[in-house]
């Protein structure tokens, strides 16, 4: 599946940086999406908005950093308070994070706003920003783009596709494309269709990362059911990526689901596990994607550690090789030094017998059990010089195993996040 997925996304490598294409994507019925510029970048559109036709049950899954960006606490609110909504509005470039009250209220206008423009009670819509921390939003440009943009997905419903694609690309920061993907499939002969978009390159770390997710479907999900099987996917795919470790202020996966389509799913049915296995396959697309788009990656790594005693225990140490800079430097330039491999799952807390510790790369064994080389340096070397490298360990004899995704470190993340702010 992981090797298909590559394949049908990697379109062409510069040097060896790769490039993702955006494949044709369906939006579900009744969602209409936009995106603008409205002047807090200095060229890029910044403000997107997304509208269902109908009331849609809502769900989201939030950062677990202590401190918190105003738009996330309005999300909270507005969540806890009804039980369906209609919009949710996002600009980028200024995450309206550690602004104190200016910054809630700001945040809040724009749901008042928002809801101004399109007919809507204020906590019908929903809120989210993302970008630089630190600085109040410019509410002035914020209120003519709100104009602007709800007037445009107001309009006779042309180059839909087109129109939700300028939002997926208005919510970026530092990504270099934008990321999307759909799936559309048959419940109880009636198409349904989920549609994601989902920002993010750096501050990635599970639970969860500078990254927005948002995702659309036509499905009818009671609001419990909705929030139930999100977190669940999310589990699994968003909070197992890691770029660098950082945890950020903004991160919100939200899901809406306006039944549109007719078809209903209902809790432990056969429709339950169809629609969570397509919403896992969905987000699981969209995760590699942010891994992929890592800030100045090369390659994009998944690690499967196998015979753990637990699922727990085996997301921690794939977890704990996945954020050591030491092995994602060495994956870099392309040196298959396994001890500081062996070393950092040493150091996760989790217990294991070294002598049992054995390293794959790409299918290949370098390390065997009781620390047996298994191929000279420049053997094991090759073995990294793929673009995606599958990164297999193995701990033991116990029945658990766990997959998480990451990438390597290069010079270039140190230049961008360098100059972030200028």
């Known amino acids: 599946m992981f090797k298909e997925i590559i394949s049908t996304q990697i379109t062409e490598t510069t040097g060896n940086i790769l490039l993702a294409k955006t494949p044709a994507v369906i939006i579900p019925l009744g969602f209409k999406g936009a995106g603008v510029f409205c002047g807090i970048k200095k060229r890029k559109k ?15 899954v939030f ?35 550690c602004t104190g009250e200016q910054g809630y209220y700001d945040a809040s206008i724009m749901a008042s706003l ?28 914020i209120a003519e783009g709100i104009k602007t943009i709800t007037s445009e997905i107001s309009s006779i419903d042309q180059d839909k596709e087109q129109k939700m694609q300028n939002a997926a690309e208005a919510i970026m920061t530092t990504d270099t494309f934008s990321k ?32 927005l997710g948002f995702i659309l479907t036509d499905a009818a999900i009671e609001k419990n059911l909705l929030q139930s099987m999100l ?24 899901a809406f689901a306006n039944g549109a389509s007719d078809a209903k799913i209902m809790l432990e049915s056969p429709e339950h596990y169809i629609f969570e296995d397509e919403l896992h396959a969905l987000l699981k697309k969209l995760s590699l994607d942010i891994v992929r788009d890592g800030e100045g990656a090369t390659k994009l790594i998944e690690i499967t550690v196998d015979g753990a005693e637990s699922i727990e225990d085996a997301e921690k140490i794939g977890r704990t090789i996945a954020l050591s800079p030491l092995v994602k430097t060495a994956i870099h330039g392309e040196d298959a030094n396994w001890g500081r491999i062996i070393a950092a799952a040493g150091y996760s807390g989790i ?23 298994q191929l000279s340096i420049e053997e094991a070397n090759k073995t990294l010089e793929l673009d995606y490298i599958y990164l297999t360990i193995k701990i033991g004899n116990g029945n658990y195993s766990a997959t998480c995704w990451t990438c390597d470190f290069s010079e270039e993340y140190v230049k961008i996040n360098g100059s972030y702010r200028s």
């Open 180 to 211: 999307t993907a759909s799936s559309t499939f048959l419940i109880n002969g009636k198409e349904v269709t989920i549609y994601g978009m989902a920002k993010g390159s750096g501050m990635i770390h599970p639970n969860m990362a500078t990254m």
């Open 46 to 60: 910044d403000l997107a908005l997304i509208l269902s036709d109908s009331p849609a049950t809502a769900a989201g």
């Open 114 to 141: 928002t809801a101004l423009e399109l007919g809507l009670e204020k906590n019908e819509v929903l809120v989210s920003s993302t970008g630089v921390i630190g600085e109040t939003l410019p509410m002035t440009k």
């Open 231 to 254: 977190k669940n996917a999310a589990n699994k795919t968003f909070n197992r990526i890691i770029v660098d470790g950082d945890t950020s202020t903004n991160d919100m996966v939200l």
């Open 63 to 97: 950062t677990t950093n202590i401190v918190q960006a105003a738009p996330l606490l309005i999300c909270k609110e507005h969540l806890s308070e009804r039980e369906t909504f209609r919009a949710l509005i996002i600009n980028s470039g200024n995450a309206n994070a």
């Open 351 to 373: 217990k294991f017998d070294p002598a049992q510790f054995q390293i794959f790369v790409n299918g290949t064994k370098i390390l065997g059990s009781n620390y047996s080389v």
